[in-house]
């Protein structure tokens, strides 16, 4: 590795990146140098960690939508590749987070709301159903700000 990649791996390092292990953190910054993809035991070599932490690690980044695992014909590789556009990535990860959470809460929560509001009797069950109500609420204004963070980061990126 070179002077200037150590560098810039260590500079990357010292960004924090919420929620993210040392694992993660290492495969992130080393993808994100790389200018095109990568076969996953050189990720290994180069980050340190073993090739079977590394295949679980991106399993569970590859569904964040920050990573493609790839095979090439005629080799049985796997190649990783990470998008370079920080803004897009960020898009991604962001839907995958709250789009599962506002969705289930839309299909379920009025029916389940519904079901149980003339049938509730006690005082608790009651401020139960107005916890649940206002869980959808939030829910509603989350997909608006999610929608405009969208919208604005596609406005950006053009």
Not at 147 to 156: A, F, N, Q, Y
């Amino acid at each position: 590795m070179s002077e200037f990649d150590k560098e810039a791996i260590e500079f990357l390092y010292s960004l924090d990146m919420e929620g993210m292990d040392e694992t993660g953190k290492a495969i992130f910054y080393n993808l994100y140098l790389e200018p095109g993809e990568i076969p996953m035991e050189e990720l290994a070599k180069k980050t340190g960690y073993s090739l079977a932490t590394i295949c679980n690690k991106i399993k569970f980044l590859e569904h964040t939508g920050l990573l493609k695992k790839t095979r090439k014909p005629g080799t049985r590789k796997v190649f990783v590749y990470m998008e370079k556009n920080f803004l897009e990535s960020t898009k991604r990860h962001f839907i995958s987070q709250h789009e599962p959470f506002i969705r289930t809460i839309k299909e379920k929560l009025p029916s389940l709301i519904t079901k149980y509001k003339s049938k509730v009797r006690s005082d608790d069950d009651k401020n139960k159903i107005k916890l649940l109500e206002n869980l959808y609420k939030q829910a509603i204004k989350l997909e608006i700000l999610t929608s405009e963070i969208v919208r604005k980061i596609d406005e950006l990126n053009n």
